[in-house]
C-alpha cells in the first residue's frame, strides 16, 4: 500500500511509513515530521491506534474496516480531530462482509461515543468469563442478562460480600451448601479466582 501511495495516488507529496517493526525512534523520528507538516500522508498498520496525538491530522483511512472490533475501530478513529479543524474518518469494507461486521460497521457510522460503542461490543461478543480467562463469549450465567439484570446482579453481589464477609468459611447454616456448589462448579477455575 505504501509503495502504491507513494508512486500513484500521492505521487508528488512527501508520504510516510510506521509500523510494529519498527525501531521506537524511528517510529518518533517520522511522528515528528508528520507534526511538522514535513510528512503530509502517514500511512500505517494499527501501532497508531495508542498513543499518538498530532492535533493536525483531520483525515483517516482504516482500509478492510469489517476486519477490525469496534474498540480498535474507536480507538484508530479517535487518532483524528484532536485539532481545531473537521476531521474525518472514513471505513473501507471489502465484500463479502459477515453479519457481525456490518453491525459493526453500522455502529461506527452513526457517530456512537464509547460508552455507546462499548455496550453494543457487549451485546455482541457477551461478557466473556468472570471466572476464567475468556474475555468474550457468553457468561456461564443460565438466568441473567448482564446489560438487562445490572441492578438485580448488582445486588446480588452486594449479597454474596455480605454473606462472605460475615461467614467466610462458609460453614454456618445452609452456607456449606452454597460453598459445595461453588467449588463444584467453578473447580477448574478456583486457580484463578485466588489470583484476583
Known amino acids: 500500500a505504501y509503495e502504491a501511495f507513494r508512486t500513484g495516488t500521492f505521487k508528488g507529496i512527501s508520504v510516510g511509513l510506521i509500523h510494529g517493526r519498527m525501531k521506537a525512534g524511528e517510529k ?11 510528512i503530509q500522508v502517514l500511512v500505517c498498520t494499527t501501532v497508531i491506534e495508542v498513543g499518538v496525538d498530532v492535533p493536525n491530522a483531520a483525515i483517516m483511512v482504516i482500509e478492510h474496516a469489517e476486519r477490525f472490533g469496534l474498540t480498535q475501530l474507536h480507538r484508530l478513529r479517535g487518532r483524528v480531530g484532536r485539532g481545531t479543524e473537521q476531521a474525518y474518518c472514513i471505513l473501507l469494507a471489502y465484500s463479502p462482509i459477515s453479519k457481525d461486521a456490518r453491525e459493526r460497521l453500522q455502529a461506527m457510522k452513526s ?35 448482564v446489560i438487562e439484570d445490572a441492578g438485580l446482579l448488582l445486588k446480588a453481589r452486594q449479597e454474596a460480600f455480605q454473606l462472605v464477609k460475615s461467614d467466610p468459611p462458609l460453614k454456618m447454616n445452609d452456607h456449606p451448601r452454597v460453598r459445595e456448589f461453588f467449588l463444584e462448579r467453578y473447580r477448574d477455575k478456583y486457580g484463578l479466582i485466588k489470583i484476583g
Do not use: S
Open 28 to 38: 518518533e523520528t517520522l511522528m515528528e515530521a508528520f507534526k511538522q507538516g514535513k
Open 111 to 145: 457517530g456512537a461515543d464509547g460508552f455507546k460503542l462499548a455496550e453494543v461490543d457487549l451485546k455482541m461478543r457477551g461478557p466473556g468469563e468472570y471466572f476464567g480467562t475468556r474475555q468474550h463469549g457468553l457468561p456461564n450465567l443460565k438466568l441473567a442478562n
